[in-house]
């Protein structure tokens, strides 16, 4: 049956599971006794730039709809960095683990997400699709890659969303005079799960019905929200220099250089959200031109605000008297400002809508270009063909997020979020560098293999360093002048013994290999200063994925790629 006949909202079993080993209970039992062969045959798969760009598309059986600038791209790089993050972690972390010195931290995890700015302008100049990191590993890295690159780009949209929903409705408390969970409804459930938020279930809803309904829309909607929340986070930056007082500064690093670190990678979280902008590339009208100003120009400028931000806060309190719970509003108090905290909560729930805005297009355009390759199930691929928005891959990240929000306070999954976002960002560089220097059937094995101990002693270095720096010895470098003069050999062997085989045709990453190096060294560093809970977490969460790869995601992709596909009826 034609595809417009059919309409949009279907929800037959072929919809969901139209390859060949999801048939018949006997072809699933013949496909999973193939495990070890199917999945040798995805480990080593790749797919390659015309295929993502042309052939994935047709699976969403209608085009999106090319309706975006450069200017809509800067405000959306806007609307998805700057939320809550920078108001509450910023108190906490000069408070808790960096004084004064939380300006460096913001500097130093700037410099990591800058970096990691490049890496997806890159990919997202050649390779314009909805996909985003998604898409790139899976030319670069493989299917297998991708694939747990995909797990973490839904647990973060799931859990992100939810958690930003739940945030939303303590500011709008606050700005209501209220405590933060006063409009949240008191049950006997166990704690972490007795506060239920149906603010936080209205507010989700609302974000995703109108990313369904229409990019241009929502990027309007976007640029006035981002504009007012602009302007509050410059009236606090001024107010804070005129209530400035310089000895706030002093002792600069009370925490030493580890608080430092420590705080650099909480506060790298505030600026998470970037990579929505890459997965617009199949809506924006010059990719090419639009996406690097995009991307670039609002990354940059939004580095240098944070920075001013967390200095402001610095100067005004002492960081022993900063408030880690509502750092700008106590601040703004104590210089004589008492409405200032109001004005803190408005620029806070402006940011945050903004979030769940852009967060809901970028995330629903990561879902569709997984479901196009049939990791889920392709019906979340559909585009819808009036609204050009993919409304079932905005459905399938909403309804388990409200759910969340509306149950759970969020405080166990944090660190697991951001060990899932420092793991995709250090993918990218890796990813990069193999761009760079493998093309198949072009690169000899013997220049392959070079590439592959270079990136092993890069990798295994910037480990070593994370875990030494981790064992926190005082006044020990020892460890540091192995693992360092390693990571330098690594990249210096890329340098000078693996000959790069492709030249970017648009825009490029400069300094190639230093910058991507740095990059997975800094991402490493960085995971390391998470804790150990957070590595339990993401391991469980990991291994959650794969249970669900080699029982459904392997034999799909694998029919997928086999074109074993039972036609639509």
């Avoid at 560093?525 to 969460?541: I, K, N």
């Amino acid at each position: 049956m034609d595809n417009e006949e059919r309409g949009y909202w279907r929800w037959s079993k072929s919809d969901f599971f139209p390859e060949e080993s999801f048939q018949s209970f006997g072809s699933y039992r013949a496909a999973l006794s193939q495990t070890c062969s199917r999945f040798k045959n995805r480990l080593v798969s790749r797919s390659d730039d015309e295929n993502e760009r042309f052939e994935l598309k047709k699976q969403s059986e209608h085009e999106m709809k090319r309706c975006l600038t450069w200017w809509d791209l800067v405000w959306f790089g806007f609307g998805s960095v700057i939320g809550a993050g920078i108001f509450v972690l910023t108190g906490q972390e000069a408070h808790e683990q960096a004084g004064p010195a939380i300006v460096l931290s913001y500097v130093v995890s700037g410099l990591s997400a800058m970096l990691s700015v490049f890496f997806y302008t890159e990919f997202a100049v050649e390779i314009p699709v909805a996909g985003g990191s998604f898409a790139y590993l899976r030319i670069e890295l493989g299917d297998f890659a991708a694939f747990i690159t995909a797990g973490n780009i839904l647990l973060e949209s799931i859990v992100g969303t939810a958690a930003v929903a739940r945030a939303w409705t303590s500011y709008f408390a606050t700005l209501l005079n209220r405590s933060p969970n006063a409009l949240r409804i008191r049950t006997d459930l166990s704690s972490g799960f007795n506060l239920l938020d149906p603010i936080a279930v209205v507010v989700i809803a609302a974000s995703a019905t109108i990313a369904s309904i229409s990019t241009r829309k929502t990027s309007l909607l976007n640029w006035i929200a981002s504009a007012i929340n602009t302007l509050v986070i410059f009236f606090v930056i001024i107010a804070g220099f005129i209530h400035a007082d310089t000895s706030n500064l002093t002792p600069f690093l009370p925490y030493g250089p580890e608080g430092v670190f420590r705080a650099a990678a909480v506060v790298y979280f505030a600026y998470g959200g970037f990579d929505s902008i890459a997965t617009m590339a199949e809506e924006t009208k010059n990719p090419s031109r639009d996406i690097p100003i995009g991307l670039l120009g609002s990354m940059s400028i939004i580095t240098v605000i944070y920075c001013l931000m967390a200095l402001s806060l610095s100067m005004m309190q002492k960081y022993t008297d900063i408030d880690p719970n509502a750092a700008y509003s106590v601040a703004f108090q104590s210089v004589g400002m008492k409405w200032g905290k109001y004005l803190v909560a408005l620029g806070a729930l402006k940011g945050m809508t903004t979030v769940l805005l852009v967060g809901a297009l970028g995330q629903a355009r990561y879902v569709t270009h997984i479901a196009r390759t049939h990791m889920i199930p392709p019906i979340f691929a559909l585009v819808h063909p009036k609204t050009g928005t993919p409304i079932n891959a905005n459905l399938l990240v909403s309804i388990p997020s409200a759910l969340i929000a509306f149950f759970s306070g969020l405080d166990v999954l944090t660190s697991l979020l951001s060990i899932s976002t420092l793991f995709i960002f250090t993918m990218m560089p890796i990813a990069l560098l193999v761009r760079r220097y493998y093309v198949r059937q072009v690169t000899p094995r013997f220049h392959l293999i070079k590439l592959i101990i270079c990136l092993l002693f890069v990798v295994a270095s910037s480990m070593g360093t994370s875990a030494y720096w981790g064992m926190q010895l005082k006044g020990s470098w020892i460890g540091y002048t192995i693992t360092v003069p390693f990571w330098f050999l690594g990249t210096l062997g890329i340098v000078f013994f693996v000959p790069q085989q492709r030249t970017p045709k648009v825009w490029g990453v400069p300094l190639v290999p230093w910058l991507p190096c740095l990059s997975i060294a800094i991402n490493i560093f960085l995971m390391g200063s998470l804790g150990a809970m957070a590595f339990v977490r993401f391991g469980v969460c990991t291994l959650a994925m794969l249970l669900y790869y080699f029982l459904l995601g392997l034999h799909a992709t694998f029919d997928m790629a086999h074109q074993q596909i039972v036609p639509r009826s």
